[in-house]
């Protein structure tokens, strides 16, 4: 009911070392106990994008675009794809806590968003040049999709710090990544079934947009709207629920918050790039 359709499992022979290598990648930051801060949440953001960005290029085979070895191409297909960048992500995490410990790094969570950060930024760019070869490049609804993001977003924390202050505070950067997150996967979702003509392959989702397209308003202002009202609702109920978990354990708090965020911001930015590129 709530997955999406598309589900991939890949052969053996590359499911097992993945698995191996994810068991792997946890048991060692269980036992090396990194801090988990606001900061360090913030850095892992370009890794959440990043794996969008290889799921994405794995969809533009559908468009002749090649981007991954028909070999290993099934890594980068739902849900293996999250598995793939889990294991990068924290590879790097590990290298930079041994880095910060030998007084080679100023700090664990710099290594960690510059490292994202490149990541992304060379995969998505390959996407974006891929696209404009083909011919199918269109950023004009994506760079709407950010604005009216950032925008619902500025309003909705406003309304968070003046009315709930001690949860914005609480949540702090955690807090506005898990609402803008959330927020731009609604108005990208809202937009490509709006306005794109995208379908959508999470049932749950589209049962909201199905309701949201049989209520009056849909005539005037598309089905959407109430998708994006429900995920910003949620997000801001989620930081509210959040708020003494993080005051009394925070760093297993921002862990499930960043992994909240991930949940939002990682569609969000697939959503995002894909319309961009495709």
Same mark, same amino acid.
């Given at each position: 009911?709530?997955?999406?359709?598309?589900?991939? +499992?890949?052969?053996?022979?590359?499911? &097992?070392?993945? *698995? =191996?290598?994810? @068991?792997? !990648?946890? /048991?060692?930051? %269980?036992?090396?106990?990194?801090?988990?801060?606001?900061?360090?949440?913030?850095?892992?953001?370009?890794?959440?994008?990043?794996?969008?960005?290889?799921?994405?290029?794995?969809?533009?085979?559908?468009?002749?675009?090649?981007?991954?070895?028909?070999?290993?191409?099934?890594?980068?297909?739902?849900?293996?794809?999250?598995?793939?960048?889990?294991?990068?992500?924290?590879?790097?995490?590990?290298?930079?806590?041994?880095?910060?410990?030998?007084?080679?790094?100023?700090?664990?969570?710099?290594?960690?968003?510059?490292?994202?950060?490149?990541?992304?930024?060379?995969?998505?760019?390959?996407?974006?040049?891929?696209?404009?070869?083909?011919? +199918?490049?269109?950023?004009?609804?994506? &760079?709407?999709? *950010? =604005?009216?993001? @950032?925008? !619902?977003? /500025?309003?909705? %924390?406003?309304?968070?710090?003046?009315?709930?202050?001690?949860?914005?505070?609480?949540?702090?950067?955690?807090?506005?990544?898990?609402?803008?997150?959330?927020?731009?996967?609604?108005?990208?979702?809202?937009?490509?079934?709006?306005?794109?003509?995208?379908?959508?392959?999470?049932?749950?989702?589209?049962?909201?947009?199905?309701?949201?397209?049989?209520?009056?308003?849909?005539?005037?202002?598309?089905?959407?709207?109430?998708?994006?009202?429900?995920?910003?609702?949620?997000?801001?109920?989620?930081?509210?629920?959040?708020?003494?978990?993080?005051?009394?354990?925070?760093?297993?708090?921002?862990?499930?918050?960043?992994?909240?965020?991930? +949940?939002?911001?990682?569609?969000?930015?697939?959503?995002?790039?894909?319309?961009?590129?495709?």
């Amino acid at each position: 009911m709530v997955l999406p359709e598309g589900f991939v +499992v890949p052969p053996w022979y590359l499911l &097992v070392p993945v *698995i =191996v290598l994810l @068991g792997s !990648v946890l /048991a060692l930051l %269980w036992a090396l106990e990194p801090p988990v801060t606001d900061r360090t949440v913030l850095a892992f953001a370009p890794w959440m994008m990043f794996g969008a960005s290889l799921h994405v290029l794995y969809k533009l085979d559908a468009f002749q675009i090649d981007a991954f070895p028909a070999s290993i191409e099934s890594l980068f297909s739902a849900p293996m794809v999250y598995a793939v960048t889990a294991i990068i992500a924290g590879g790097i995490w590990i290298i930079a806590i041994f880095l910060h410990v030998g007084g080679l790094q100023p700090t664990i969570a710099r290594f960690v968003g510059i490292a994202g950060t490149a990541f992304f930024t060379v995969f998505a760019m390959f996407a974006i040049f891929r696209s404009i070869e083909a011919g +199918v490049f269109e950023p004009f609804w994506p &760079v709407i999709a *950010i =604005v009216v993001a @950032g925008i !619902v977003t /500025a309003i909705a %924390w406003i309304a968070l710090s003046l009315w709930f202050t001690d949860v914005a505070a609480t949540t702090s950067t955690t807090g506005a990544l898990v609402v803008f997150g959330h927020t731009l996967d609604g108005v990208t979702t809202a937009i490509g079934y709006d306005v794109l003509g995208a379908a959508e392959s999470v049932p749950l989702s589209l049962v909201l947009l199905e309701a949201g397209e049989a209520l009056p308003t849909a005539e005037y202002i598309g089905a959407g709207w109430l998708f994006v009202l429900l995920k910003v609702s949620l997000a801001m109920v989620i930081l509210g629920l959040f708020r003494e978990y993080v005051e009394e354990e925070p760093r297993q708090a921002r862990t499930l918050l960043a992994l909240v965020a991930a +949940v939002g911001l990682g569609p969000a930015t697939h959503n995002t790039l894909l319309f961009m590129v495709s």
